[in-house]
């Protein structure tokens, strides 16, 4: 295939992926606004501490499946249903656990809220898991904005739901309800959506054995996303402990809003990566080109966006979350050093498991996560979220020379020194940043 098609093809993709992603973040910030006013600092961070463990629950059942379901060639009916039929069973199973796990939670925040507190989200996990098939059917075949429509729609219903409940309920146990409203809503979407897509809407099937045929896919995307899920929520885990849950409702808005560029850009992008480029992955010159050229324009769009976020973060503050939230701005101003770096990072995954070499992902998650542990630690014995957000600073720019060290090695075939290259804009630029915030 003519390299010319492949682009087209991937900047085609790319732009269905970021129009759909738009969509579903237009809301998401428009609800971030709404109950940034309804709910203080305190009653975000007591239920952020909740949101940190169910995500590493939700880790423990997603097993990697999704992304080794795309990669798949072919996936017949009798696959399809038994991996379905296994992610239900995972599901229930990680969700009796994280119900399990309250008590710990419980005694290690002093507060026994948390118990009761795991209960919805527990069950969301069990929705969470048994959409990984047929979400992975609507990535196969490129259906991003209607993947965005049906997020979309569970979003808008969930913010309705949350503000109903106010009426009732006291505005923790409101807030609770969100993320299970979201994941119940988007499962009935997406399961029926998936009838119109090349695999079909699965059902329960008997043959599990099938999962064991992309567990070779799998678990390295599972061993990195555990490394992942550790270096980038180990900073809320311990601020939460140690430094309260008011400074956590704080640190993880100015976190939030940080990485809202990342969603703009990159994580919009990165679903439409894998599914186009894996078609190079036995052409890996053809392939190497296509990902300079892509590094090229994401740099600079990111250096843009970064400097931006640095100049305005008391704007963006104010306007975004109210006055009650000013503390964030600091912190903000801080985190967007990192901006430019994260941009470019967060799409390599895509590049590494469209050529097959998540063993290659899983290897930078680890260098990763003793670079983020070490910082966050150092941060939080500091007692001072300003220090710990340069930690996550600095750790990024360290993981990120890392990671395309480690692509321009194993991977691209012109080596690690050419690939290097690549990115020395943005670390230039990012240096250039450091210095105008430190004034």
């Known amino acids: 295939m003519p390299e010319v098609t492949i682009d087209k093809k991937l900047i085609k993709s790319i732009l269905h992926s970021m129009t759909g992603r738009y969509l579903v973040y237009a809301v998401q910030l428009l609800s971030m606004m709404i109950l940034a006013r309804m709910f203080s600092p305190e009653t975000f961070g007591i239920f952020a501490i909740i949101q940190v463990f169910s995500v590493f629950f939700a880790l423990v059942s997603e097993m990697g499946f999704g992304p080794a379901l795309v990669n798949e060639a072919k996936i017949p009916k009798e696959m399809r249903d038994g991996i379905y039929s296994f992610t239900w069973i995972l599901g229930v ?136 899920y550790f270096s980038r929520n180990l900073d809320n885990i311990l601020v939460g402990k140690y ?80 006055e009650q939230w000013y503390g964030v701005t600091p912190l903000l101003e801080i985190l967007s050093v990192s901006i430019p770096i994260q941009i470019v990072m967060s799409t390599s995954g895509g590049f590494y498991q469209a050529a097959g070499r998540t063993d290659l992902m899983l290897k930078c998650g680890l260098f990763a996560f003793c670079t983020n542990v070490t910082g966050i630690v150092i941060g939080v014995l500091m007692n001072d979220l300003e220090l710990l957000s340069w930690a996550i600073v600095f750790s990024s720019f ?26 020395l804009t943005t670390l230039i630029g990012v240096a250039l940043m450091f210095f105008m915030v430190v004034k």
Request: glycine share 4%; with cysteine.
């Open 93 to 228: 199973f990680v969700s009796i656990l994280f119900f399990a796990a309250s008590p710990l939670i419980s005694w290690f925040y002093n507060n026994e809220i948390y118990q009761y507190l795991v209960i919805p989200v527990a069950i969301s996990i069990i929705f969470n898991t048994a959409i990984i098939v047929p979400l992975a059917s609507f990535n196969r075949d490129k259906k991003f904005i209607s993947i965005a429509r049906c997020e979309a729609i569970a979003e808008v219903i969930s913010i309705v739901v949350v503000l109903v409940s106010l009426y009732y309920l006291e505005p923790i146990w409101a807030l609770s309800l969100k993320p299970l409203t979201v994941a119940f809503i988007k499962y009935i979407l997406v399961v029926l959506g998936s009838k119109n897509t090349e695999i079909g809407m699965p059902w329960f099937g008997k043959e599990l054995s099938h999962t064991y045929k992309i567990l070779a896919f799998s678990k390295h995307q599972a061993g990195f996303n555990f490394l992942n």
């Open 398 to 423: 360290v993981n990120y020379i890392q990671c395309y060290y480690i692509m321009g090695k194993y991977l691209l075939p012109s080596g690690a020194w050419h690939t290097l290259k690549r990115i």
């Open 243 to 322: 430094l309260g849950t008011v400074s956590l409702g704080i640190y993880d808005k100015a976190y939030q809003l940080m990485r809202y560029p990342l969603l703009l850009l990159t994580f919009a992008m990165s679903p439409a990566i894998q599914p186009v480029m894996m078609e190079l992955k036995n052409d890996l010159y053809k392939f190497e080109t296509l990902h300079n050229k892509f590094i090229i324009v994401i740099s600079i769009i990111g250096l843009f966006v970064g400097v931006v976020i640095c100049f305005l973060s008391e704007e963006i503050v104010y306007i975004l979350l109210g």
